[in-house]
Structure formats: structure tokens, C-alpha cells
Nanobody
Framework: QVQLVESGGGLVQPGVSLRLSCTASGAILSIFTMAWYRQAPGKQRELVASIPSQGSPTYADSMKGRFTISRDNAKNTMYLQSNNMQPEDTAVYYC???????????????WGQGTQVTVSS
């Protein structure tokens, strides 16, 4: 059983920094691409950024320059850093990962339960 657990969300004021974490656990052989998505109230879920196991990350155009995605493969953990959170960043942030497990022939995508981020003064 694979689990993705996000942490680091909460209520923050505009302009502050925030770092979200996502840790994968369970029977894992390999973690390929990991990604952060977010879903604001009344809107569809959207990609924030993705990062392969090796190589450079990719950002949605609207997120470039505002977020930094990174990962620690030794810890099966991915991070999302923002140094200037704004009210429009209020959303539930979800972790997504492409994971190969021991009993599977192919990898599958897994989702975390999400962490709420509210940016308000």
C-alpha cells in the first residue's frame, strides 16, 4: 500500500514564505515524476509544477517565478516553496506521484489527500 502525505499547509498572511512537503511511504520500488497540483474553491484542479526523479523541473506558465519545486529522493519527499504567497494562491494543494510497486508490472499515479493553504490578512 502506497501513501502520499502532504504537510505544511495552513493560514498564512500575504507576502510570507511557505514550504509544503509530500512524503511517499509503503511498498515502493521507484518513484518517477512527482508533481504538485492545486484546486481553488470553485475551480478545476491545476498543475503547479512537476519534477522527474533526475533532471529539471517543469512549471505551469502561470506559476513560473513564484514557486520552486524540489525533491529528496533518499527521503521519498517532494517540496514546494513559495516566497511570496498571495490570496489567489488559496487552494488545496495535492501531491501526485508516479510510483512502481513490487507487485505491479507498470507504475501507477497516486494522490495525496491534500493540504489546505489559505492566504489572508
Amino acid at each position: 500500500q502506497v501513501q502520499l502525505v502532504e504537510s505544511g499547509g495552513g493560514l498564512v498572511q500575504p507576502g510570507v514564505s511557505l514550504r509544503l512537503s509530500c512524503t511517499a511511504s509503503g511498498a515502493i520500488l521507484s518513484i518517477f515524476t512527482m508533481a504538485w497540483y492545486r484546486q481553488a474553491p470553485g475551480k478545476q484542479r491545476e498543475l503547479v509544477a512537476s519534477i522527474p526523479s533526475q533532471g529539471s523541473p517543469t512549471y505551469a506558465d502561470s506559476m513560473k517565478g513564484r514557486f520552486t519545486i524540489s525533491r529528496d529522493n533518499a527521503k521519498n519527499t517532494m517540496y514546494l516553496q513559495s516566497n511570496n504567497m498571495q490570496p489567489e494562491d488559496t487552494a488545496v494543494y495535492y501531491c501526485n506521484a508516479d510510483i512502481l510497486t513490487p507487485m505491479a508490472t507498470f507504475s501507477n499515479y497516486y494522490w495525496g489527500q491534500g493540504t489546505q493553504v489559505t492566504v489572508s490578512s
